[in-house]
């Protein structure tokens, strides 16, 4: 489904990437941690091409995200993202925020697309809040309903980036749960996160990062059994320690 | 088609300096008044005392509501007169730039105090506090703590706004002032050169605001990363 | 100081003889509304279209962008009123520039200064749009893209709306600043509220009645304009977010 071979990227003389290469099957649940500025975040974010890179290739379905000839838009449109900070559009009510892109996008018609907004919403446990903006809810139910938005377009695949690291601590389990759900019907997805229980939980594998490379890519129990490298043992005992 | 003919700026230049000379001591005197008094503006403006803070306000009020030109022809028109019938100024005594000056001053004086009061709130209300605990008075805690922490956020936006006073200072022309713009104004109507000069006295200005925006624009970037 | 106050002076004919002094300032009055609110028209679209194309990333779209904004906003509006008025006419064409000189002289006086003042405020409006922008989370544009949505999609449904609640409390300042603007028309001869306000002293001589009259009546358009534009804030406040409940 994702393929991510030899992609390097730096700002200027500053090496953001180096080398990483890894893959995510259909179906697949992969978990992609380490430390702040290991990257992370911007290899997920180059492989829907938020962030352009330099060399190497991604494919996504088939379609190279690097090529200057491939309509991103209408690749992005099949490719679900979830953010940190939930942007959500604070000018728009939930039912249009979960609506627009479906019509202007996809090309659905209103109703049909309000009508998948509010199913989706339903499933995410919020449909008593249609009617609301995004600035009357909390943390944990905005991201709940960013990823319905994301669902809203029939993703073939979902990036979270870091989709709980925003929340108060006693949110996180709520949208935790739609994802492990989520993970659980099967979609293929690409989680930065640091929630260690998510990955034991759900995950088939593991990326550590470190400095822009691509540590370890293991499965999880390979992972959380005997990691390989240092950098990996330090972070594990530090964050499993809170 | 228009012919240029930019040769009367050459012999103009002598008396273009002098205008220019003016243009700068209104606007450096209008910056220093305006910092001044606008200081103490915004110091009433926040204080306890509700007829300083009303007094304040209205003050400020007024002069943001009425037009730069519509208070220098007051000054120009209407405030010498009463002034010089006030303490005996003999009639025809030339007032028009001390006037056009004290008009500028107390103009811009309303927009630097809103200037520094935004520069005073900005400070948190933590500081106050921790001043008082230490022993100061009111007065000790503005001086001292408040207005130089203040003031250090506020240089790149009292530079700018003296780059937009140098700009306004141009309106002296409705009181019949030699200012930059009036003295370039004159050796154009008088050479039959408008054109020439209008666009020369718009290029020397553009050089000089945008270097100095240029200029206050890299102390922002030194300041805000010190 | 010994001034005689005449208040009635405003009902009196005026020196044109059909009309009243009052009537003299209502014309002013009209005048000063009229050329602000079309100059207004001009630099909220051209502003629009400047700061936003300063956000974009085409280089030279943007860099074409910052020169318009920089030009407008370091020469003085007084020079530049001047510029449009007796420079340009001067620049075009023989054949077309005497044709414009031929027209109904407060024509060219009223659309010199429309022209202007729209430019020169366009150049701030651009500025504040710019930084509506540029203060919308980073997060908002990759959400729009994300989605799917092509860049001007992003910047139509997502960004721009968003910047322009933003940009309404700035620009409801630059908006009392083109009626306070307007006056310095007065110095090519347009007959708006600060001119006529000059014609009153030397007609009537009752310099004080007239200038606290003039005076007046630029408070009261500014607190009008101030009133109209809270109002305006709250009716587009977004729940939850800046002035929203």
Redesign the interface.
């Known amino acids: 489904m994702i393929k991510i071979a030899n992609v390097s990227k730096h700002y200027g003389s500053f090496q953001v990437l180096t080398d990483c290469s890894t893959s995510v099957s259909k179906g697949e649940v992969i978990v992609v941690c380490g430390p702040s500025g290991s990257g992370k975040s911007t290899l997920i ?1 180059c492989v ?1 091409g ?1 962030e352009p890179f330099q060399s190497g290739e991604i494919t996504v379905d088939g379609t190279s995200v690097g090529d200057p000839k491939t309509n ?3 690749l ?6 979830v ?3 939930f ?5 728009m009510s939930i039912t249009e925020n979960l609506a ?2 479906q019509v ?3 090309g659905r018609k209103q109703d049909e697309a309000i009508d998948k907004g509010l199913k989706l919403l339903d499933r995410v446990g919020l449909k008593a809040q249609a009617h ?6 909390s943390g944990g139910q905005q991201q709940r309903v960013a990823i319905a ?2 669902l809203a ?1 029939d993703p073939i695949c979902m990036l979270f980036d870091e989709p709980t690291s925003a929340l108060d601590p006693e949110m996180v389990n709520e949208v935790l749960d739609v994802m492990t759900e989520l993970a659980k019907e099967g979609m293929t997805m690409m989680c930065v996160t640091h929630e260690m229980g998510f990955a034991k939980r759900v995950a088939n594998r593991v990326i550590f990062m470190d400095q822009g490379r691509i540590v370890e890519d293991d499965s999880k129990e390979e992972f959380f059994a005997n990691p390989r490298s240092e950098r990996a043992q330090q972070f594990l005992a530090k964050i499993l320690h809170h | 088609m228009y012919e240029f003919d930019w040769s009367s700026i050459p012999g103009a230049l002598p008396f273009l300096w002098d205008g220019m000379k003016v243009t700068l001591v209104i606007t450096f005197q209008a910056v220093l008044i305006g910092i001044v008094w606008g200081t103490l503006l915004a110091m009433m403006r926040l204080s306890p005392i509700k007829a300083l803070s009303w007094f304040a306000a209205g003050y400020v009020n007024l002069f943001r509501a009425v037009p730069l030109v519509m208070v220098l022809l007051w000054f120009f028109l209407i405030v010498p007169e009463f002034v010089g019938q006030l303490f005996n100024i003999p009639r025809g005594t030339d007032m028009r730039l001390s006037s056009a000056m004290a008009g500028f001053a107390l103009f811009e004086s309303a927009y630097y105090s809103e200037i520094i009061r935004a520069g005073i709130q900005s400070v948190p209300k933590g500081q106050i506090s921790a001043a008082s605990a230490l022993g100061m008075n009111y007065g000790q805690a503005m001086r001292l703590v408040v207005l130089p922490q203040a003031f250090r956020n506020m240089v790149p936006l009292l530079l700018t706004q003296g780059i937009i006073l140098f700009q306004d200072t141009s309106l002296v022309y409705v009181s019949a002032l030699a200012d930059f713009f009036g003295a370039a104004y004159k050796v154009g109507d008088r050479d039959g050169r408008l054109v020439e000069m209008l666009l020369f006295a718009g290029v020397v200005y553009f050089v000089i605001c945008f270097s100095a925006s240029q200029l206050v624009k890299r102390l922002q970037k030194k300041y805000s990363t010190a | 100081m010994n001034y005689q106050w005449n208040w009635g002076v405003f009902l009196q004919p005026s020196a044109s003889g059909d009309d009243t002094y009052l009537g003299w300032m209502f014309a002013g009055f009209k005048m000063t509304i009229g050329l602000s609110l079309s100059a207004w028209v001009i630099a909220l679209l051209l502003g629009a279209l400047v700061g936003v194309l300063r956000t974009v990333p085409n280089k030279v779209l943007a860099g074409f962008a910052t020169a318009y904004v920089e030009m407008f906003r370091n020469v003085p509006l007084l020079v530049q009123l001047f510029i449009w008025y007796f420079v340009l006419p001067e620049l075009l064409p023989t054949s077309i520039g005497d044709a414009y000189k031929q027209t109904n002289p407060v024509m060219q006086q009223f659309l010199a200064s429309m022209v202007c003042l729209g430019l020169f405020t366009s150049a701030r409006v651009a500025e504040q749009v710019r930084a509506g922008i540029n203060s919308l989370p980073r997060g908002q544009k990759n959400a729009g893209l994300a989605l799917g949505f092509t860049l001007p999609q992003t910047y139509r449904f997502v960004m721009l709306p968003m910047a322009f609640r933003l940009v309404v409390p700035p620009l409801t300042s630059e908006f009392l600043n083109i009626f306070k603007n307007s006056a310095v028309c007065s110095t090519i001869g347009l007959l708006e509220l600060a001119a006529q306000g000059r014609q009153l002293v030397d007609y009537t001589a009752q310099p004080f009645e007239s200038f606290i009259a003039v005076t007046l009546s630029y408070i009261i358009i500014n607190v009008t304009v101030m009133t109209l534009m809270h109002k305006f804030e709250r009716r587009i406040s977004v729940p939850g977010y800046i002035g929203g409940k």
């Open positions: 974010k829907n938020l991103l838009s209408k992005r449109a099949r490719v679900g993202m953010f940190q900070n942007e959500l559009f604070p000018h627009i892109a202007k996008v996809l609301k903006f995004p600035g009357q809810l938005r994301a377009m």
